[in-house]
């Protein structure tokens, strides 16, 4: 088992997506198995042994997080369909979360991406269910344990359906009302006012079943509920965010190149342009043909002393080797390639010519500005 410090250990690797465990998961489950064992499972099947109650709580609490992790590898495999890649899939203690690698970019694909969890709940609803009906005339305690996981799993769907960010139900509606409309902030903000007004539903529900039960318990609705409200209100700044980024061109944010001639020493570069202009980033021309990149990264990396004795050909890297993107490109799906393919770096390139270059930082850089304007 790895650990990721955002979201805890790796279990295993499904469809080639790996599952994390948040540790919060942990308490969960045993809170899960013991409220079951000791309270649930003896009032809704009866008449069995304590034996037959714990092991019926592990064997189902196992069960309904597979449920869960099925709903989110319904998520997952519909957005890999659509080209879409998936980082991860993450349980923890209010379900579980699948991490794409980059936003959706059409309302038709979010539409089946958010709706493919809610269909696989149901799809497990029905199955438990079936076998349920089957077997309860044999076995009526692991009849009724069958349909108390078909409750479970509509449950889940139910639960997801509903329409606010950052719920299942949330990005129907989104899709549909940015599909309809055209209009993505509109249908993000509508969204995240539904998951906002869930939130407060929630805790609003917890607070009163908490004075009329006296039964503390739950307060944990009281906390999915500010967990959904700080949510929905990151999802949308995030989407607006994401947004003003696909309306930013390469064109409007690349760092320009200055030539140089491949013989020129790494000194006169240093004293040339960088400490007199600032300038960075630079192109290698061999007789007039562009062969080489040039950041500060590789001028660094050179000690001092061979400076004046270093052309800059030697440390130069193979312009052939640097990807290259279209200027009209938006800075949202570079964002995305930056993503997908790791590079740090990429040519901006205008009708045939090297225009420039945009790195992570530019991303990063923009982003800021973006983010602080929202
Ligand atoms: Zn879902």
Same mark, same amino acid.
């Given at each position: 088992m790895s650990m990721n410090p955002l979201s805890g250990f790796r279990l295993c690797k499904i469809f080639g997506i790996p599952i994390y465990v948040n540790p919060t998961w942990f308490l969960?489950?045993?809170?899960?198995?013991?409220?079951?064992?000791?309270?649930?499972? =003896?009032?809704?099947? =009866? &008449?069995?042994?304590?034996?037959?109650?714990?092991?019926?709580?592990?064997?189902g609490t196992l069960l309904f997080f597979l449920s869960l992790t099925a709903h989110e590898l319904g998520h997952s495999l519909v957005s890999k369909s659509f080209g879409i890649p998936v980082r991860s899939i993450t349980l923890h203690m209010f379900g579980g979360i699948a991490q794409l690698g980059s936003e959706v970019r059409r309302a038709r694909e979010e539409f089946w991406i958010a709706i493919a969890g809610p269909i696989v709940s149901f799809a497990l609803?029905?199955?438990?269910?079936?076998?349920?009906?089957?077997?309860?005339?044999?076995? =009526?305690?692991?009849?009724s344990f069958l349909s108390l996981l078909a409750l479970l799993n509509i449950g889940v769907a139910l639960f997801n359906?509903?329409?606010?960010? =950052?719920l299942d139900g949330g990005r129907i509606l989104r899709s549909i009302v940015w599909g309809i409309s055209g209009n993505y902030i509109r249908a993000?903000?509508?969204?995240?006012?539904?998951?906002?007004?869930?939130?407060?539903?929630?805790?609003? @529900?917890?607070?009163?079943?908490?004075?009329?039960?006296?039964?503390?318990?739950?307060?944990?609705?009281?906390?999915?509920? @500010?967990?959904?409200?700080?949510?929905?209100?990151?999802s949308y700044r995030q989407s607006l965010t994401y947004h003003k980024l696909s309306n930013i061109k390469l064109a409007d944010v690349y760092i320009p190149l200055v030539h140089v001639e491949e013989d020129t020493l790494v000194s006169d570069l240093f004293t040339?342009?960088?400490?007199?202009?600032?300038?960075?980033?630079?192109?290698?021309?061999? %007789? &007039?043909?562009?062969?080489?990149?040039?950041?500060?990264?590789?001028?660094l990396r050179l000690p001092q002393p061979f400076w004046h004795i270093t052309p800059v050909r030697s440390i130069m890297i193979n312009l052939a080797s640097v990807g290259r993107l279209p200027a009209d490109l938006s800075l949202f799906d570079a964002m995305n390639l930056f993503e997908r393919t790791g590079h740090n770096l990429f040519?901006?390139?205008?009708?045939?010519?090297?225009?420039?270059?945009?790195?992570?930082?530019?991303?990063? %850089?923009?982003?800021?500005?973006?983010?602080?304007?929202v």
């Amino acid at each position: 088992m790895s650990m990721n410090p955002l979201s805890g250990f790796r279990l295993c690797k499904i469809f080639g997506i790996p599952i994390y465990v948040n540790p919060t998961w942990f308490l969960v489950f045993a809170l899960i198995v013991y409220s079951l064992a000791s309270d649930r499972l =003896p009032e809704f099947i =009866p &008449g069995s042994s304590n034996l037959f109650y714990w092991l019926a709580a592990i064997v189902g609490t196992l069960l309904f997080f597979l449920s869960l992790t099925a709903h989110e590898l319904g998520h997952s495999l519909v957005s890999k369909s659509f080209g879409i890649p998936v980082r991860s899939i993450t349980l923890h203690m209010f379900g579980g979360i699948a991490q794409l690698g980059s936003e959706v970019r059409r309302a038709r694909e979010e539409f089946w991406i958010a709706i493919a969890g809610p269909i696989v709940s149901f799809a497990l609803f029905l199955t438990f269910w079936g076998l349920s009906d089957i077997i309860t005339s044999s076995m =009526p305690a692991i009849g009724s344990f069958l349909s108390l996981l078909a409750l479970l799993n509509i449950g889940v769907a139910l639960f997801n359906l509903f329409p606010g960010f =950052p719920l299942d139900g949330g990005r129907i509606l989104r899709s549909i009302v940015w599909g309809i409309s055209g209009n993505y902030i509109r249908a993000t903000r509508i969204s995240a006012l539904g998951g906002q007004l869930f939130g407060y539903l929630l805790i609003a @529900a917890g607070v009163l079943f908490a004075i009329l039960d006296r039964y503390l318990g739950y307060l944990w609705m009281v906390l999915l509920g @500010a967990f959904i409200i700080i949510l929905a209100r990151q999802s949308y700044r995030q989407s607006l965010t994401y947004h003003k980024l696909s309306n930013i061109k390469l064109a409007d944010v690349y760092i320009p190149l200055v030539h140089v001639e491949e013989d020129t020493l790494v000194s006169d570069l240093f004293t040339d342009y960088i400490r007199s202009s600032g300038r960075q980033f630079f192109i290698v021309d061999f %007789h &007039g043909e562009p062969v080489g990149l040039l950041t500060p990264y590789e001028i660094l990396r050179l000690p001092q002393p061979f400076w004046h004795i270093t052309p800059v050909r030697s440390i130069m890297i193979n312009l052939a080797s640097v990807g290259r993107l279209p200027a009209d490109l938006s800075l949202f799906d570079a964002m995305n390639l930056f993503e997908r393919t790791g590079h740090n770096l990429f040519l901006v390139i205008d009708d045939d010519r090297i225009e420039g270059i945009v790195t992570r930082d530019t991303v990063v %850089h923009v982003l800021g500005r973006t983010t602080s304007r929202v």
